[in-house]
Nanobody, 121 residues
Framework: QVQLVESGGGLVQAGGSLRLSCAAS????????MGWYRQAPGKQRELVAT???????YVADSVKGRFTISRDNAKNTVYLQMNSLKPEDTAVYYCDEDLRRSVAHSYLHYWGQGTQVTVSS
């Protein structure tokens, strides 16, 4: 069984910073891409950033220059450093890891439970 546990969300004033973490645990053979999504009230879930196993990154235009994604392969953990936060960044943030449990398994997407980020103006 695989579990993704997120941490680091909270309430912050505009212009502040937060660092989200997402650690995968359980039976894990390898992890391909990792990413972060967010969903604001009344809106669809949107992609924020991704990072491949080789370290190549993608960051959405809406957060480019403010958010940075990174990973620690030894800890099966993906991070999202969020700086210069804006009220429109308020959302529930979800991590996603594309991993397989053994050489006999296929890659599947696993999701974290979500962590609330609230940015006050």
């Amino acid at each position: 069984q695989v579990q993704l546990v997120e941490s680091g969300g909270g309430l912050v004033q505009a212009g502040g910073s937060l660092r989200l973490s997402c650690a995968a645990s359980g039976s894990i053979f390898s992890i391909n891409a990792m990413g972060w999504y967010r969903q604001a009230p009344g809106k669809q879930r949107e992609l924020v950033a991704t990072i491949t196993s080789g370290g190549s990154t993608y960051v959405a235009d809406s957060v480019k220059g403010r958010f940075t994604i990174s990973r620690d392969n030894a800890k099966n953990t993906v991070y999202l450093q969020m700086n210069s936060l804006k009220p429109e960044d308020t959302a529930v943030y979800y991590c996603d890891e594309d991993l397989r449990r053994s050489v006999a398994h296929s890659y599947l997407h696993y999701w974290g439970q979500g962590t609330q980020v609230t940015v006050s103006s």
